[in-house]
């Protein structure tokens, strides 16, 4: 199934969270298989297991453990992220028969997921660089033609955390990467994004309209003043 710009904009426009855009979206297109890439404490896949009860395969993609080259506020000790699994088990316990627990990074699981099967990929994992990079990279090929990726922090500026803290790039990113699949990215509400796989050319539809300059120079010149 393919959105359009102003069917998008009629799902999100309800919406009060993020939540709330991707339950819709997942109901919207009947997605039957789905991949959670960046699980931490398993709200969002509880959430979205709740709504939809279409999806048949749940694939849950997380270390779940302490990453010596990960530079970011979310990065806790190991036994913070013991707990943060048996959350997420926990909350996704109504559910065990649909969901895939494939515990590493994307660059160590990936290949479990079969080329070509997902409807939908949702990526909240490393937002560094480097890590949007490989989540997208690696990512892209497991979905269907037509299938769509989701990520969240698309924000407008690199600057989330402080300076002792690598910058945030989801945002340029993805859109370089839709540019350089030669295929269309939303931005969405609540600093979402949407990349559909299989339409004929590069196009960034901004549905919030707050997404102006998407080159990094301003927001350095910015942080260095």
């Known amino acids: 199934m393919s959105l359009d710009a102003a069917a998008l904009r009629r799902l999100v426009e309800p919406c009060a969270s993020r939540v709330d855009v991707w339950t819709r979206f997942a109901q919207e297109t009947s997605a039957r298989a789905v991949a959670e890439i960046g699980v931490f404490r398993g709200d969002f896949a509880a959430a979205l297991l709740e709504a939809c009860p279409d999806i048949e395969t749940y694939y849950m993609v997380d270390p779940w453990r302490n990453l010596d080259d990960w530079n970011k506020p979310a990065n806790r000790a190991d036994k913070a992220f013991e707990r943060f699994l048996a959350e997420?088990?926990?909350?996704?316990s109504a559910?065990?028969?649909?969901?895939?627990?494939?515990?590493?990074?994307?660059?160590?699981?990936a290949h479990e997921i079969p080329d070509g099967s997902?409807?939908?990929?949702?990526?909240?994992?490393?937002h560094t660089l480097r890590g949007i990079t490989i989540d997208l990279i690696r990512t892209w090929p497991k979905l269907r033609d037509g299938g769509w990726i989701g990520g969240d922090d698309f924000g407008r500026s690199i600057w989330q955390h402080r300076d002792e803290f690598e910058p945030t790039l989801v945002f340029p990113f993805a859109v370089?990467?839709?540019e350089g699949m030669g295929t269309r990215i939303f931005a969405l509400p609540y600093s979402q994004f949407l990349l559909e796989k299989g339409t004929a050319g590069f196009?960034?539809?901004d549905l919030t309209g707050h997404y102006g300059d998407r080159t990094l120079r301003q927001q350095l010149l910015q942080r260095r003043a």
Do not use: N, P, Q, S
């Open 118 to 126: 997902l409807d939908f990929a949702y990526v909240d994992g490393d």
């Open 95 to 109: 559910h065990a028969g649909k969901r895939v627990i494939l515990r590493g990074r994307t660059t160590e699981v």
């Open 203 to 205: 196009e960034f539809v």
């Open 176 to 178: 370089h990467f839709a």
């Open 88 to 92: 997420t088990l926990e909350k996704t």
